[in-house]
């Protein structure tokens, strides 16, 4: 049974830091790529960032310089490292993993947890 369990979400005052982590199981972690996702009341769910299976990264403007997404592959793990936060960032962050195998892309969500940046 796949599973993606995210954690981490909180409270925090602009310009704090949170940690978000989201914990696999069911599938073959290594072999995904695993990103982060959110969406914000009234807005679509965008790509805030992404981290390949060999390790390669990539954000979303508004967050570059200020999050980072990093994977263990021993412990079926990724994080997501949030500095700097802004009310703009205020959503819930999904956890979510990707592949492509014999011409099938498979994908699987979390169900999310809530980030809320204010004063």
């Known amino acids: 049974q796949v599973q993606l369990v995210e954690s981490g979400g909180d409270l925090v005052q602009p310009g704090g830091s949170l940690r978000l982590s989201c914990a696999a199981s069911?599938?073959?972690?290594?072999?995904?790529?695993m990103g982060w996702y959110r969406q914000a009341p009234g807005k679509e769910r965008e790509l805030v960032a992404v981290i390949s299976s060999s390790g390669s990264t990539n954000y979303v403007d508004s967050v570059k310089g200020r999050f980072t997404i990093s994977r263990d592959d021993a412990k079926n793990m990724v994080y997501l490292q949030m500095n700097s936060l802004k009310p703009d960032d205020t959503a819930v962050y999904y956890c979510?993993?990707?592949?492509?195998?014999?011409?099938?892309?498979?994908?699987?969500w979390g169900k999310g947890t809530q980030v809320t940046v204010s004063s």
């Open positions: 979510h993993a990707e592949r492509m195998l014999s011409g099938f892309r498979y994908v699987y």
């Open positions: 069911g599938f073959t972690f290594s072999s995904y790529y």
